[in-house]
């Protein structure tokens, strides 16, 4: 079964410091990789996608990386704000005609002052 | 800007009844997804629409239809409310292809008691 797990649940950190995400999938055969960022109370909005060829994206203070070998992404947040505050959600693509997205549960981010 | 628009961010109905959520996107995209969101179980699709008049079942379909009677709107329909219909429901469009960015709507929180 085509299945994406993150983790932490959840995680609690300093404003200001580094934190990283991780997210395993199995879905197979596999399209690309997008990381959403969802506000609570908001729709997920994407930071940034990942196809096979490609290792690292960055998008301002965000980081993705990509392990196609061993079906591993992160998503490394540096310098945190408290906006950063927020459920960060894995999807994967799979590579079918319609493109279906296996979503992860998530992982809420909680940036402390 | 693009725009996903969902008629309503919170709801209240009574069991049994018949409810209706909107959705509406400016963006002339064919693909438009129902999902709804439940703590530790992420996104999940209900039902898709690849077309006008085209719907298919998601992975999620029981007690729920839909309609697509135009490009823009696709609507999601709960014939019998139940209490474990009380969700977060979010609409979602993209255009076909490979790597196409998923816009949601901001989200509709429906409780029925």
């Known amino acids: 079964k085509n299945q994406v797990e993150q983790s932490p649940q959840s995680l609690i950190i300093l404003e200001g410091k580094n934190c990283t995400l991780q997210?395993?999938?199995?879905?197979?055969?596999?399209?690309?990789l997008r990381w959403y960022k969802q506000d609570t109370g908001r729709g997920p909005v994407s930071l940034t996608i990942?196809?096979?060829?490609?290792n690292t994206k960055s998008n301002g203070r965000y980081t993705a990386t990509l392990d196609a070998d061993t079906k591993q992404s992160s998503l490394h947040i540096t310098a945190s704000q408290l906006s950063d505050s927020a459920s960060y959600i894995c999807?994967?693509?799979?590579?079918?005609?319609?493109?279906?997205?296996?979503f992860g549960t998530g992982t809420r981010l909680l940036v402390s002052p | 800007d693009v725009k996903v628009t969902q008629s309503s961010r919170y709801l209240v109905k009574r069991t049994g009844e018949k409810v209706f959520l909107e959705c509406v996107q400016d963006?002339?995209?064919?693909?438009m997804f129902w999902y709804r969101q439940d703590p530790g179980l992420g996104l999940r699709l209900i039902y898709f629409?690849?077309?006008?008049?085209?719907?298919e079942k998601g992975d999620i379909p029981e007690g729920y239809s839909v309609s697509r009677e135009k490009k823009e709107r696709f609507s999601l329909i709960l014939e019998s409310a139940s209490t474990n219909q009380t969700s977060m429901y979010l609409c979602?469009?993209?255009?076909?292809?490979?790597?196409?960015?998923?816009?949601f709507g901001q989200g509709t929180r429906l409780t029925v008691v």
């Open positions: 979602a469009s993209r255009l076909p292809g490979v790597g196409t960015e998923a816009f």
């Open positions: 997210c395993n999938y199995t879905v197979s055969p596999f399209s690309n």
């Open positions: 990942m196809t096979f060829s490609e």
């Open positions: 999807v994967v693509s799979e590579n079918t005609g319609f493109q279906k997205l296996v």
């Open positions: 963006m002339d995209h064919e693909n």
């Open positions: 629409s690849y077309d006008v008049k085209m719907k």
